[in-house]
């Protein structure tokens, strides 16, 4: 079966740094892209960077654009996000998810999602 597994989140100061990782199984990793959702309590999923299926094409939000970086590696199928100048209004539960098209900033973009893994920065 799809399953998607998040890791790395943690608490960091702020301006620090945290590299999530996401693996994937049970599916073609390659067929599919693959994107970054985070949720605070009582908020909606936000969008915030998708990858193509190659990992050539890659689109950020605008919060996010210039401080994460995300790739992605077809042979061990995974995905990593390196979060930099990481700021308190990051705080959030961070979710990867299987894209169904390219690029989708909505949830309904996307079929199968992980269970997600918190980041906190202080400040």
């Known amino acids: 079966q799809v399953q998607l597994v998040e890791s790395g989140g943690g608490l960091v100061q702020a301006g620090g740094s945290l590299r999530l990782s996401c693996a994937a199984s049970?599916?073609?990793?390659?067929?599919?892209?693959i994107g970054w959702f985070r949720q605070g309590l009582g908020k909606a999923r936000e969008f915030v960077v998708a990858i193509s299926r190659s990992g050539v094409s890659t689109y950020y939000a605008d919060s996010v654009k210039g401080r994460f970086t995300i790739s992605r590696d077809n042979a061990k199928n995974t995905v990593t996000l390196q979060m930099n100048s990481l700021k308190p209004e990051d705080t959030d539960v961070y979710y990867c998810a299987r894209g169904l098209g390219y690029p989708h900033l909505q949830p309904s973009g996307y079929d199968y999602w992980g269970q997600g893994t918190q980041v906190t920065v202080s400040s």
């Open positions: 049970g599916y073609s990793f390659s067929s599919f892209p």
